[in-house]
């Protein structure tokens, strides 16, 4: 599992590559609920259930 990086704030920072293992997806669960982390071509983040 990744490890929280050194931020600015208080809030606890991932880094996407790290999650997605340098592919461009990733799941993630919450409340026994899978979503899928996407890393476009465009560099940018999708998150859907």
Known sequence: MSSPIQTTTSLPA???????QDGNQAQIVLDGQVYTL????????????
Do not use: H, P, V
Not at 14 to 20: I, N, Q, V
Not at 38 to 49: D, N, P, S
């Open 14 to 20: 991932y880094d996407a590559r790290a999650l997605t």
């Open 38 to 49: 996407r890393i476009t071509r465009a560099g940018k983040l999708i998150l859907t259930k």
